[in-house]
């Protein structure tokens, strides 16, 4: 049973344009989410994290949004480059040191 | 400061036959993980270590695979004997821990993976 969704395999944008990646959840328990990217050959690497008291985080051009009623999280790239095309990971981190992720989704940004 | 490093990058073995996976994670760093990718699906945890010891084991497929942590610095991953699925990327991830708050146990550096490949 996947705890951690994320239902578009991928997405495809415009150099300079918004970039949205989605990921829903089922368990109220984790205590922080997180967002990874990853290249080709690469293992991945930590991007942005949330806390499961907020709403929202920002890191210069990423925020993620975080909807505890929806059980819904939400990376926002703005504005999209060429260099970000890579594969984003979701992931929840329970306070017993476990990560759970997703099956990712393949960004393409369009130069 | 070397970043985790992993060996080999692929392996190709035959059903039956042993393969050992290592991981040598960032010096100092006290939470040692192991996960596996098959293609195309999530990033599936297999166990955690805290220096030498086992914390969380539960993703560990079945008794086929052995994980180590020799004196709490490298890792081995052995399985034996190999199946057909157990083919994907193999993953090691390490992290600082102890008492300095979430973020250094959560923000976890990955190695570029082990690609096993069992025909």
């Known amino acids: 049973d996947q705890q951690v969704k994320q239902n578009s395999p991928s997405l495809s944008v415009q150099e300079g344009r918004i970039s949205i990646l989605n990921c829903d959840y089922t368990?109220?328990?984790?205590?922080?989410f997180l967002w990874y990217k990853k290249y080709p050959a690469e293992g991945p690497t930590f991007l942005i994290s949330i806390s499961s008291i907020k709403d929202k985080n920002e890191d210069g051009r990423f925020t993620v949004f975080l909807n505890k009623s929806a059980k819904h999280l939400s990376l926002h790239i703005v504005p999209s480059q060429p260099g970000d095309s890579a594969v984003y990971f979701c992931?929840?981190?329970?306070?017993?040191?476990?990560?759970?992720f997703g099956a990712g989704t393949r960004l393409f940004v369009k130069a | 400061e070397a970043g985790v490093t992993q060996f080999p990058s692929h392996s190709v073995i035959e059903k039956g036959q042993t393969v050992t996976l290592r991981c040598d994670p960032i010096s100092g760093h006290d939470n040692l993980y192991w996960y596996r990718r098959v293609m195309g699906k999530e990033i599936k945890f297999l166990l955690h270590?805290?220096?030498?010891?086992?914390?969380?084991e539960s993703g560990m497929p079945n008794n086929r695979f052995l994980a180590e942590r020799t004196g709490g610095t490298y890792s081995t991953l052995k399985v034996q004997p190999a199946e057909l699925e157990d083919s994907g990327v193999y993953f090691c991830?390490?992290?600082?821990?102890?008492?300095?708050?979430?973020?250094?146990?959560?923000?976890?550096?990955f190695g570029p993976g082990t690609r096993l490949t069992v025909t």
């Open positions: 270590f805290v220096k030498e010891s086992k914390q969380d």
């Open positions: 991830a390490s992290s600082q821990g102890g008492d300095r708050g979430p973020r250094y146990s959560y923000e976890q550096y």
């Open positions: 992931a929840a981190y329970t306070g017993g040191f476990k990560t759970i």
């Open positions: 368990n109220s328990m984790f205590d922080y």
